[in-house]
């Protein structure tokens, strides 16, 4: 009698696994591309001098006068500086040099992700905070109460909730740049989204690339479009309206993708992309343990707890957009939530602790993902290569013309997103060296800008430094997946960002 060997299933590699090989490709450039650096301008308000630092950090001062900035080729305006529209060092053109390579060895590899979860505490200790949060709305039954009453109230009009919540995520992303504040919904969203009889896939459709559109096409975002045309050395508002109108058709067209694959799985929960993966999410989201026949009642105190717990959420949004708030800030209003929860609740306190810190720890992996994902920029940063890959870029469009440069444009920035994945970051280094590019070829420098928020937002979809593990990580989706369902809708994105690019350069 033969035995027959059941073939293996090869699964695909854990976000953790994914990163360390990201991390290893980074180490490795470091060897391979040469390290570089442009001369660094900082405007330093305590002194009303502009710092400049050279690629052996030395700095000297010279005088903070719009003369000084136009000897140094910046096209930006004085008061920019000194109202702090721009407040991190700048990339001066024309200065870029090579330096001593600095590769990034095994000792600086094995560190990286470590210094990554220290430069990422803040971010992390929300996530912990936030999942505390979660476990005590979970032990309440606040959670299976909500949703039950949520399920009827929606049922058969479930997609409204989709758009709602893509459009309001769509709309913070244009505005105010939300993006790592959304990690704070899946918890919440999800169960939603299935208990509505959709996949893990809409969830994060909806809140993940309600985010990236909208930072993607950023209308008054002054982390992305804003900085940006200030660095460019033109008004904001040059450019605005070609963005307007992209960010309502691309909502259309993202909406449309995300309605046919919903429908689908509503319809048929085995056409889900997802299918295999949904046993273990709807484990981790502990919804089988909801019987329909015994759900807890939406009593009065489950009500509000549920509000103290929502309220949190556009007290932090008018924070972030208002204040300046950051994650120690937002973890704050969480924390004082969860207090409150716990007073609410009606456990004894040993309860209460415990099971806030039980949530805590069902998110210590999308914490540690956060972390090691930062551990990748600090090598290349450490490198030095990223300045290097700029100035191979902007060597590469130099004397091109018209549509064709501004859509090389787009891809350059769209390869610049990963080695600088920070928007305010990539605006603040590039625009002085790319915007006078523009000014070569006859075109206006919004187009730079646009080609930039095209660029950098079309790759936020898909780059492993950015915010797309942690959230597969939060979802309980692998990367395999996620790249298998957005690659089609990421080639008619880039196919209408490219189009938009062309109508911009000709109107």
């Known amino acids: 009698m033969t035995k027959q060997k059941k073939k293996k299933k090869r699964e695909f590699p854990n976000a953790f696994t994914v990163l360390f090989i990201v991390l290893i490709i980074a180490s490795v450039l470091t060897f391979l591309v040469p390290a570089g650096m442009y001369q660094r301008l900082n405007y330093n308000s305590d002194i009303d001098k502009f710092e400049i630092t050279d690629t052996n950090d030395d700095v000297r001062t010279v005088d903070a006068t719009q003369e000084s900035l136009s000897s140094l080729n910046i096209a930006i305006s004085l008061d920019k500086f000194k109202n ?35 430069d990422t505490a803040d971010i992390i200790i929300f996530v912990l905070i936030l999942g505390g949060n979660i476990g005590l709305l979970n032990k309440t039954g606040t959670f299976d109460a909500g949703i039950s009453a ?26 105010f740049g939300m993006a790592e504040e959304t990690i704070a919904l899946y918890p919440i969203l ?44 033109i008004n904001f508002k040059s450019g605005l309206p070609i963005r307007i109108v992209g960010l309502v058709i691309g909502s259309i067209i993202t909406l449309m993708y995300i309605y046919i694959y919903a429908k689908k799985v509503q319809k048929d929960p085995s056409k889900s992309i997802v299918a295999d993966q949904m046993p273990a999410v709807r484990k981790k989201f502990d919804l089988d343990s909801i019987d329909d026949n015994n759900v807890p009642e939406f009593t009065l105190k489950r009500k509000l707890i549920l509000i103290v717990f929502a309220l949190g959420f556009p007290i932090m949004i008018w924070g972030d957009y208002s204040l300046g708030w950051w994650f120690t800030e937002m973890s704050v209003i969480f924390m004082v939530t969860g207090f409150i929860i716990m007073l609410l609740s009606g456990l004894n306190e040993n309860e209460a602790i415990n099971t806030f810190m039980d949530g805590a720890a069902d998110l210590i992996q999308v914490a540690l993902v956060i ?4 551990g990748i920029n600090i090598i290349m940063d ?11 870029a902007s060597n590469l469009v130099s004397g091109m013309n018209g549509i064709i440069f501004s859509i090389v444009q787009m891809i350059l920035f769209t390869v610049l997103g990963i080695f600088i994945p920070s928007s305010s970051g990539l605006a603040v280094l590039s625009m002085p060296i790319f915007a006078p590019l523009a000014d070569t070829v006859n075109l206006g420098r919004d187009v730079i800008v646009s080609a930039y928020a095209y660029g950098q937002g079309w ?11 942690p959230t597969l990580q939060m979802a309980g989706i692998t990367y395999d997946k996620w790249l298998k369902w957005v690659m089609p ?7 209408f960002a490219a189009v938009m690019l062309g109508i911009q350069t000709i109107i």
């Not at 009889?197 to 994060?204: F, K």
């Not at 450490?382 to 191979?392: A, E, K, Q, R």
């Open 371 to 374: 972390g090691v994902a930062r």
């Open 84 to 118: 702090g529209d721009i407040n991190k060092p700048i990339a001066i053109p024309n200065t870029y040099e090579r330096i001593k390579q600095r590769p990034q060895g095994l000792k600086e590899f094995l560190a990286a992700p470590i210094e990554g979860v220290v």
């Open 150 to 175: 949520l399920s009827k109230k929606t049922k058969g009009k479930e997609f409204i909730l989709v758009t709602i919540v893509f459009f309001l995520i769509t709309l913070g992303g244009t505005t």
């Open 382 to 392: 450490n490198g030095y290569i990223s300045d290097t890959m700029l100035f191979y």
């Open 459 to 469: 790759m936020a979809f898909l780059t492993p430094t950015g915010l797309i593990l």
């Open 190 to 233: 999800m169960p939603i989204f299935i208990a509505s009889g959709y996949d893990a896939m809409v969830a994060i459709a909806a809140i993940y690339m309600g985010s990236s559109l909208g930072t993607m096409f950023a209308t008054v975002n002054p982390f992305s479009a804003i900085i940006a045309s200030t660095s460019a050395g």
């Open 489 to 495: 809708y990421m080639a008619i994105l880039a196919v």
